[in-house]
T-cell receptor
Framework: TQLLEQSPQFLSIQEGENLTVYCNSS?????LQWYRQEPGEGPVLLVT?????EVKKLKRLTFQFGDARKDSSLHITAAQPGDTGLYLC??????????????FGRGTQLTVWP | DAGITQSPRYKITETGRQVTLMCHQT?????MFWYRQDLGHGLRLIYY???????DKGEVPDGYVVSRSKTENFPLTLESATRSQTSVYFC?????????????FGQGTRLTVV
């Protein structure tokens, strides 16, 4: 059972287009992180959102944490070929025996064509 | 060099053999983690360690053994490798377990069990 569902799994778009990646769960998280992974490398943290409803912007990337802290979205404006990569969301467990543990979604493979 | 390094980067082994994957970090981070990354599953936690001599199971610990005698090293051993353990293994470290904590990943070890 996957705790975090990411969609879409694959996204192939032209340079200049906008896109949104979704990360959904039925569980509450104390925080939600987005990582980006390039081929042959480990994931690298892009952002952490902690408060329900929080919105963070990183240049052309906008991250939002749902009000109930169960879901998140990543929106990229005017995508560029350099945005190509695997985007992973990760939720930090809020309670119980797994408190603090990081759970990853399956990832969204984004390809941006020139 | 500072950071987190994994060795080897690539390994091919035969079914039934014991194999050890190495992980070394230079930040003196308290927490260290082992994940495996498989198509369709994303990153799944195998084992983690909160400090030297303290380890605990993650989501998929069966068939793996870890130790942490020194803060900077966290080796992962497959006692008797199986084909289902063919995967890309990532080691990670972090200063803590809190909501805003960033996990730093190594470059990964691609293990093939034949």
């Amino acid at each position: 059972t996957q705790l975090l569902e990411q969609s879409p799994q694959f996204l192939s778009i032209q340079e200049g287009e906008n896109l949104t990646v979704y990360c959904n769960s039925s569980s509450v998280f104390s925080s939600l992180q987005w990582y980006r992974q390039e081929p042959g490398e480990g994931p690298v943290l892009l952002v952490t959102v902690v408060t329900g409803g929080e919105v963070k912007k990183l240049k052309r990337l906008t991250f939002q944490f749902g009000d109930a802290r169960k879901d998140s979205s990543l929106h990229i404006t005017a995508a560029q070929p350099g945005d190509t990569g695997l985007y992973l969301c990760a939720g930090r467990a809020d309670r119980g025996s797994t408190l603090g543990r990081l759970y990853f979604g399956r990832g969204t493979q984004l390809t941006v064509w020139p | 060099d500072a950071g987190i390094t994994q060795s080897p980067r690539y390994k091919i082994t035969e079914t039934g053999r014991q194999v050890t994957l190495m992980c070394h970090q230079t930040w003196s981070h308290s927490y260290m983690f082992w994940y495996r990354q498989d198509l369709g599953h994303g990153l799944r936690l195998i084992y983690y360690s909160a400090a030297a001599d303290i380890t605990d199971k993650g989501e998929v610990p069966d068939g793996y053994v870890v130790s942490r005698s020194k803060t900077e090293n966290f080796p992962l051993t497959l006692e008797s490798a199986t084909r289902s353990q063919t995967s890309v293994y990532f080691c990670a470290s972090s200063v803590g377990w809190g909501s805003n904590t960033e996990a730093f990943f190594g470059q990964g070890t691609r293990l093939t069990v034949v």
